[in-house]
T-cell receptor, first 116, second 110 residues
Framework: DTEVTQTPKHLVMGMTNKKSLKCEQH?????MYWYKQKAKKPPELMFV???????INESVPSRFSPECPNSSLLNLHLHALQPEDSALYLC???????????????FGPGTRLTVL | GQNIDQPTEMTATEGAIVQINCTYQ??????LFWYQQHAGEAPTFLSY????GLEEKGRFSSFLSRSKGYSYLLLKELQMKDSASYLC???????????FGTGTSLTVIP
């Protein structure tokens, strides 16, 4: 299984709602990532989990709250979002890589989020 | 800081060859990756370079020069389905952080 799955595919929420994005992989990867991508822009890194611990938080506002319940699952909890947070949210995973071991990232299909 | 540059847009003809360049200045280097992303879809991995030289995979090849902070992706025998965005990414020394370039939108015309 070389797939990263994400749910839901589309999400529309109001600024007062609380919702969660989910990501799952069964490749045994120990690094998992959340990215935000606006149209015609590259993915922007939000969070990195390594061995289920948060290792990188790229100064993301607290209205985004990540959670890694186990090595296969990654959640992103959303609360009090703003319209400018509307974007494609991508989850990715990778094995450790260095030298000849590529350790490339595998991306999920993304959740298209619209904040009204 | 990290600085990874690519041309914003390129156009090429079906059947031709196109080279997409990427220059980088990063505080650490542990590999360079190329990804393809079609509109509305997730990025998919194309190639990886960690040593200087050329890596070939079918119609796609990627080159790296670490001393120059430079890579290119070469696409041969272009097909219409190659119209997509191409992203260059550098992995840092922690092995967990990938810095993406600005992306190059390639349009293949008949």
């Amino acid at each position: 299984d070389t797939e990263v799955t994400q749910t839901p595919k589309h999400l529309v929420m109001g600024m007062t709602n609380k919702k969660s994005l989910k990501c799952e992989q069964h490749m045994g990867h120990r690094a998992m990532y959340w990215y935000k991508q606006k149209a015609k822009k590259p993915p922007e890194l939000m969070f990195v989990y390594s061995y289920e611990k948060l290792s990188i938080n790229e100064s993301v506002p607290s209205r985004f709250s990540p959670e890694c319940p186990n090595s296969s699952l990654l959640n992103l909890h959303l609360h009090a979002l703003q319209p400018e947070d509307s974007a494609l949210y991508l989850c990715a995973s990778s094995q450790e890589g260095s030298g000849r071991v590529s350790g490339e990232q595998f991306f999920g299909p993304g959740t298209r989020l619209t904040v009204l | 800081g990290q600085n990874i540059d690519q041309p914003t847009e390129m156009t090429a003809t079906e059947g031709a060859i196109v080279q997409i360049n990427c220059t980088y200045q990063t505080s650490g280097f542990n590999g360079l990756f190329w990804y393809q992303q079609h509109a509305g879809e997730a990025p998919t991995f194309l190639s990886y370079n960690v040593l200087d030289g050329l890596e070939e995979k079918g119609r796609f090849s990627s080159f790296l020069s670490r001393s120059k902070g430079y890579s290119y992706l070469l696409l041969k025998e272009l097909q219409m389905k190659d119209s997509a965005s191409y992203l260059c990414a550098v992995r840092d020394l922690t092995g967990n952080q990938f810095y993406f370039g600005t992306g190059t939108s390639l349009t293949v015309i008949p």
